[in-house]
C-alpha cells in the first residue's frame, strides 16, 4: 500500500487548495450538527449509555452544576474503562468513568485546528464551548467526512458500488423509461 503523501502547502493541487482554504477559513461550528448533549456528573453510566443508543452518538458532555464543561464520555471511554468490569451500571457515576476537563473549542475557531486536536491527541470527538466553558456542540471525525465529502461530491458519491470491479458500461446512471 502506497503511503499517502501530504499536501505541500507551497505547491498545492487544485483540489489540495480548495481543502486548505476551506479547513483555514472555516469556523468550526460550521460543521456541527445540532446542539450538544449533556448530562450531569451524578448520572449514571446507564444513563449516559441509554443516551448514546437513542441519540446514535459516539460522545456526552458533562456539565457540572455550573454548566461548564467537566468531561466527556465516548464510546472509547466505554471500552477502555467500564467493560469487562463488574460494575452496577444502574448506579455507577458517570463522573468516575468520563475524561476530566477535555481540550475544546470555541465556535468560531477554524476547522483545522479542529483537526490539529483529532490528530495530535487522537481524539474522535472536540467539545465546542462559549466562552463560559459552557458547552455548546461536538464535532466528530464523522462531521469532518461529511465537510470533505461537502466539497468534492461528484468525486465521493459517483463511485461504482465495488471498488474491485469496474463499472458496467451497459447500464446507465439514470434508470430507463
Same mark, same amino acid.
Given at each position: 500500500?502506497?503511503?499517502a503523501? #501530504?499536501?505541500?502547502?507551497d !505547491?498545492?493541487?487544485?483540489g489540495?487548495?480548495?481543502?486548505l482554504?476551506?479547513i483555514?477559513?472555516?469556523p468550526?461550528s460550521? &460543521?456541527?450538527?445540532? #446542539?450538544?448533549?449533556t448530562i450531569g456528573? !451524578?448520572?449514571t453510566?446507564?444513563e449516559?449509555v441509554e443516551c448514546?443508543q437513542?441519540?446514535?452518538?459516539g460522545?456526552v ?5 455550573d454548566g461548564k464543561?467537566a468531561?466527556?464520555f465516548?464510546e472509547?471511554d466505554? &471500552?477502555?474503562?467500564?467493560?469487562g468490569r463488574?460494575l452496577?451500571?444502574r ?6 468513568y468520563m475524561?476530566r476537563? #477535555? ?5 468560531d475557531?477554524?476547522i ?7 490528530h495530535v491527541g ?12 459552557r458547552?455548546v456542540g =461536538?464535532?466528530? =471525525? ?7 465529502v461537502e466539497?468534492f461530491p461528484a468525486?465521493? &458519491?459517483?463511485l461504482?458500488p ?8 451497459? &447500464?446507465?446512471?439514470g434508470?430507463?423509461?
Amino acid at each position: 500500500m502506497a503511503e499517502a503523501q #501530504p499536501l505541500d502547502p507551497d !505547491e498545492p493541487s487544485v483540489g489540495g487548495e480548495r481543502i486548505l482554504k476551506a479547513i483555514t477559513t472555516e469556523p468550526v461550528s460550521s &460543521l456541527v450538527q445540532g #446542539p450538544a448533549v449533556t448530562i450531569g456528573p !451524578e448520572a449514571t453510566i446507564q444513563e449516559a449509555v441509554e443516551c448514546l443508543q437513542e441519540k446514535h452518538i459516539g460522545c456526552v458532555l458533562v456539565s457540572g452544576a455550573d454548566g461548564k464543561l467537566a468531561g466527556i464520555f465516548t464510546e472509547r471511554d466505554l &471500552l477502555n474503562r467500564v467493560a469487562g468490569r463488574r460494575l452496577d451500571w444502574r448506579s455507577v457515576r458517570i463522573a468516575d468513568y468520563m475524561t476530566r476537563d #477535555p481540550e475544546s473549542l470555541r465556535p468560531d475557531d477554524r476547522i483545522v485546528w479542529a483537526l490539529n486536536l483529532m490528530h495530535v491527541g487522537g481524539y474522535r470527538h472536540v467539545p465546542l464551548v462559549d466562552p463560559q466553558n459552557r458547552p455548546v456542540g =461536538v464535532v466528530s =471525525v464523522k462531521d469532518i467526512v461529511s465537510f470533505l465529502v461537502e466539497l468534492f461530491p461528484a468525486a465521493v &458519491l459517483n463511485l461504482p458500488p465495488d471498488p474491485h470491479r469496474a463499472p458496467d458500461p451497459t &447500464l446507465s446512471g439514470g434508470g430507463e423509461d
